[in-house]
T-cell receptor
Framework: NAGVMQNPRHLVRRRGQEARLRCSPM?????VYWYRQLPEEGLKFMVY????????ESGMPKERFSAEFPKEGPSILRIQQVVRGDSAAYFC???????????????FGPGTRLTVT | TQLLEQSPQFLSIQEGENLTVYCNSSSVFSSLQWYRQEPGEGPVLLVTVVTGGEVKKLKRLTFQFGDARKDSSLHITAAQPGDTGLYLC?????????FGKGTRLHILP
């Protein structure tokens, strides 16, 4: 079974450009989470999606950030007009079930390290 | 406000020593997970605890969930350099999963 796939692993963007981060969940998982991690920090929840639905985006900045999980294809985290403060590691996780039902263990991808120059 | 407090933030000990790290909250969680993250990689799930007072063992690692389901501990016996990493706890409450900031553990050979 392939694990959670994320690409690219490293992404360099200049200020003002767009960053698109992709995440393919584990086979059979229909729940995807995106997190941001700054150096020496824990994981900060951004958004929780199911196929074609945003369930919880309470951790997403109000501007420039968006996420989708289409019926076909990977989940995409999109950051428009990047700024230096967006530099971080972005992790995607997938789960076979929703929080509150059973054990919502999450399986993480290797992350995308975004550097804004 | 950090809902899950992990302590210590950093711990550096010699190979062969024992250690305990803690994950504390004033809130009740329906389940709690521990993850380990190595540099440049994503977190890897170690264990899930669900029942208050539950103890789970994974080789030299012992995980305990507090009776009130508000806190947890991870005890490592005879630490090895391979145990080096960031240990994260995550609690589930109200359909949300909340991560602590982690304990960064460094085992010296």
């Amino acid at each position: 079974n392939a694990g959670v796939m994320q690409n690219p692993r490293h992404l360099v963007r200049r200020r003002g450009q767009e960053a698109r981060l992709r995440c393919s969940p584990m086979k059979g998982h229909s729940h995807v989470y995106w997190y941001r991690q700054l150096p020496e920090e824990g994981l900060k929840f951004m958004v929780y999606l199911q196929k074609e639905n945003i369930i919880d985006e309470s951790g997403m900045p109000k501007e420039r950030f968006s996420a989708e999980f289409p019926k076909e294809g990977p989940s995409i985290l999109r950051i428009q007009q990047v700024v230096r403060g967006d530099s971080a590691a972005y992790f995607c996780a997938s789960s076979p079930r929703i929080p509150g039902q059973g054990f919502p263990e999450q399986y993480f991808g290797p992350g995308t390290r975004l550097t804004v120059t | 406000t950090q809902l899950l407090e992990q302590s210590p933030q950093f711990l550096s000990i010699q190979e062969g020593e024992n250690l305990t790290v803690y994950c504390n909250s004033s809130s009740v969680f329906s389940s709690l997970q521990w993850y380990r993250q190595e540099p440049g990689e994503g977190p890897v799930l170690l264990v899930t605890v669900v029942t208050g007072g539950e103890v789970k063992k994974l080789k030299r690692l012992t995980f305990q969930f507090g009776d009130a389901r508000k806190d947890s501990s991870l005890h490592i016996t005879a630490a090895q350099p391979g145990d080096t990493g960031l240990y994260l706890c995550a609690g589930t409450r109200d359909d949300k999963i909340i991560f602590g900031k982690g304990t960064r553990l460094h085992i010296l050979p």
